[in-house]
Structures are given as C-alpha cells and as structure tokens.
C-alpha cells in the first residue's frame, strides 16, 4: 500500500517518477506527489486522486530538475485530500520524504516534537518522521544519513522511505523495514528507487532489494553505500531483473485484468513448465525438493494467506488432503498472528502470496518461523518480502499481475498448490502410479481447457448484462468448488461493488435460503463429480424459491440445463482439476458486469493491491 518512486542522476527526474507512479498505482490512489529539486529550491506538487490530477495540476510549473521523490498514496492516517498527501516536509522545508508503511508510535513522538515547537500541517503519521529527522539532525549536528538512521531507532512500525534534502542535493537516503524497496542501479551512474521493481525495468536490469533495517546512501559523488541500523556496513548484493516491459502493458486489451484473465493458458502453462512430465510420469518443484522428505512426514500443514491467496488456500486443502493423506489447516494470517497459534517443529506453515509483501501474511510466518516451524512460500512476485523470509518455495511464475483483483495469480498458485500437493503425494504414495500418471496428462491439458473456456466470452458477457443491475448476488459451490465460489463472490464484490456472498451450498438452507427471490441471481458450480447429485437438489431449492440460476456445468449436461436460467459450460476434467477451470467464466463475468456498471475495473474504489499495513 502506496507507492514510492525516487530518481537521482543526469536525466529529468519528474517524467522518470511520475512514469513509475502510475506503474504503482495498483498500491494506492487516494492521493500523488512529487517533490523536484531545482535550483537550490524544493518544488512540491500534491493532489488528491490519481496520478494524472497531480499531472494536470504540475501542468505549466517548473518541472525541471534532476533529484526528485514521488509518491501514490493508499491513506490510513488522515483522510485522502491534497494537505496529506505525500510528500511531506520538514518544519524548515528543508527535507522533503516520501513513506510506505505505518509509524505505529507516531503519536508519543509528535506530542514530545510539539513541545519541542513543531507545528504539524498534516494528519499522517508520516509527517512525524521528517520532523524527527530535522530535529535530530539540527540537536545532534549530524550528517542526512546519520540523522535518518538515528531517526530510525525511535520509530516502531513500518516504512519504506526516501529523504531528500535541500542542502545536499546530490544525495538521497533511503530505508527500509517491513515495507519493501528496490534500488535500481543506472547505466549513467544515477539511481531509481521504487517500492517493485516495475517503474525501473526499463531503465536497468540491476538492483538490489533491500532487507529491513538497512539505508542506503545513493550519492552522485561517492556512490551507493549500504549500512544496518547499527551502522556497520553491508555488501549490496545486486541481482538482474527476469521483469520485461512487455508485461507492464495492456498489450491491447482494455483493462489490464481482462489481459490477465486471457493470460491465463500462458500463465498456467509457465506455471508448470518444466516442473512436470505426464509422459514421463514426474513432477518436481525445483524450490521445494530438499524439504520435500520433512514436508512428507509433517503431522500437519498450515496454510496463511489473505484475499484471495486465502482462496486459494482452500483449495489447496482438498487438494492437500485428497491427494497427499496430510491434514491441513487454512488461516487468515491476520487471525493467526495475534490468537498465540499453537505451532511447533513438525508443523509446516505455507504463506501464499501474490505479492509476496502482505504484512500479515508477513507476520503470521515470523510468529511461524519463532515457534519453530518449517515455513514455506508461494509467492507471484520474484525476490519479495515472504519469497526471502522463508525456508524455501516455489514461485507461480504468472508474471507482473497489475489489476488490483487477482485473477492469473489466483490460477497459477491453485497449479502450484496442485504440483505440491502431487509431490507430496508421491512421497507419502499415498497415489496409485495410474491415478497419479491421470491427473499429470489432466492438468497438461489444463492451458487448453482454458482457452476453450475463454471462447465463451459472448455468452458470459450475455449473462452479465442481464443480471449488471442486481443489488445482491449469492454463488454456491461444493467441495474445491466451494473456494470457487467464495472466489467468484469476492471477484463481483471488489470490482462491481454488487454486494455477493460465497457459500458451501448445502449451507444455502442454514440462512441464505431467506435472501432467495426472483431478483436473486444465484450463481451455482454443478459440474460432474461426488457432490453432483446434491447440488442439483440445492439448485431446485433455489428455484421452488423463484431465485435465477447462472450454473457452471461440465460440456454436455443435461440435468442441470433444464433447470438453470443460464449454463455455462466447461470441459471435463479430473474434479480435483475443476477450480482452475470453473474461475474462468466467473472472472470474465465480474470483469463485464463492473465495465456495464461503468466502474474502474482495474483500480476499485479504497482497495489496494499489495497490502502492506495490517
Ligand atoms: C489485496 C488484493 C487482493 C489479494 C490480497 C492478498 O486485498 O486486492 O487481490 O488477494 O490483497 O494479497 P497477496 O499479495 O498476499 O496475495
């Protein structure tokens, strides 16, 4: 949650930060700001909303210059208007700082630097911060870096800064605790700063993430130094971006999240590339493979997530238990950190996140790794917070996800969860040879099966226009379609502001059953499989209610046809297989019913994608 870009070098900083701002959107819109050194003088542009309000806005100003700090906000302290948005200045305007992350103990620090006769402009936590940098520098003469760093010893909480001062304008600090940060080395001796890698890939291929507790000290005289919070000095370990730009851009699709649902063969087929040969009979996750024995004899796994990582987490558990025999527990991570969970070494624990960066799902694995516990991640985005924290995992390979509802990502992590799951099941052989030989050709063919899926759209887009006024809506599934469900309720609700409920469906009569009448649309998974039967019971009980029935069904049925309102047909698969088709159509249903209602399909209103405050 909110986006930080920084530039010092030769270049024009203002294009190069705003640029990346609008590549970090997905973290934040409440608010955006740039801050420009020129001329001895700190410009400093702020405006509530997008990026392109602060453009309109710094439209016919003085741009120019060649340091320059930016920053897309996502509020938590303070409402979104012009005066909190970042960046903020010190009492003298001397230094400008632009945060990612919560001052936890802001409040005690302003009330000991109003005694001391700073007056505070703005409502935000952050605001603290650059007043405790100027006072410590000013009390204590010491140089920005030092200042910064002895600042950080008083602040409890989280952040990703970058400070930029006026009387050392070739200079920029930067630190960074539980709120990520990359550094991006230039070709021309200069430096980027952003909170993900995507506002720098097209300037350079080299950075170095960095870990918490360090500052970097980026000078155009001296070069990048890197030192802890106790000051000793540390190796910056640069690594080159796998990131191409091709991939940052919508490639001609409207919306980056329709491109993303029609990633999906691609992102599926990269997920498992060279990880599985059905021919062959073999899967291996490369990341996994010296853990996979102590994985095998865990008593149980733990699986911590949020949003629909924690979706996707339930699949993982019938996946989990039906193929591999290993009990499983799913947790919202930020349930997990605060209940003292009872974790010990024999306990797995499993963060998927697409981000990698979520600060509960962040939390709940520190508490996991203190008791103990083996910890493992599957995270989207290469070299994140959780992808380093952990003991090993395995990456989902989908590639940069940039609409704010996830939709690729959800699919790859159910496949990693699929791969992981077989793994552990041929350790445990807990699978025949022949079962196990038929879901590696099933999920082969999974990538196909979604494209086939893809070339409903017309018919998607149909239904989405018949029910794109609905005030509420209601999706029941069974089994790993029940997470499906869950799923597809949470896709509706984030982007088309329709309230939508998931539900196991046998649980419909235990509540929800009163919310059925002519004008509930109710979206039911009933394909081929175990629980078949009883849906169709709960799909007449839905219909004796007079409520609209829009079902998934798999290619060729006939008895649900005959009931539903609407079908939409997927291609039969192995049932444990079914999530990852059944998504699809509910994903592009979200996706037109939110276009028809006219509303920001890849931005929703006060979400955020990368959640880094709890
Ligand atoms: C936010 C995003 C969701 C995401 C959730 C968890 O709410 O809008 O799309 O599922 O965070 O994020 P993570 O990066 O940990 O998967």
Redesign the pocket.
Known sequence: MCGIVAYIGAKEAYPIVVKGLKRLEYRGYDSAGVALFNNGEINLYKKQGKVSNLEEFAEGRDKSGHIGIGHTRWATHGEPNDVNAHPHLSGDGQIALIHNGIIENYESLKTELESRGHVFKSETDTEVLVHLIEEIQKNQSLSLPEAVRVTLTYVVGAYAIVVMDKNNPRQLIAARKSSPLVIGIGKEDDYYLASDATPIVEYTKNVVYMDDEEIAILDLDSGMKLVDIANQEKTPYIQELELHLEELEKGGYEHFMLKEIHEQPRSIQDCFRGRLNAKDGWVQLGGIKDHIEKIGKAKRIIFV???????AALVGEYLFEDLARIPVEVEY?SEFRYRNPIIGEDDIVI????????AD?LAALDIAKKKGATTLGI???VGSS?SRVTDAGSYTHAGPEIG???TK??TA?VTVLTLMALSIAKERATMSESQFRTILTELEQIPNKVSKVLEQNDLIEHISDVYQNANNALYLGRGSSFPVALEGALKLK?ISYIHAEGYPAAEMKHGPIALIDEEMPVFVIATQGTSYEKVVSNIQEVKARKGKIIAIVTEGDTQVKAMADHVIEIPDTDENLVPLLATIPLQLLSYHVAVMRGCNVDQPRN?????TVE
């Open positions: 997530a949020c949003g629909t990582s924690w979706h991570a963060a998927i996140s697409q981000s990698g960066e979520t799902t995270c989207n985005v959780i704010v509802a996830s990502a959800f992590q984030e979400l955020a994608k990368s959640v």
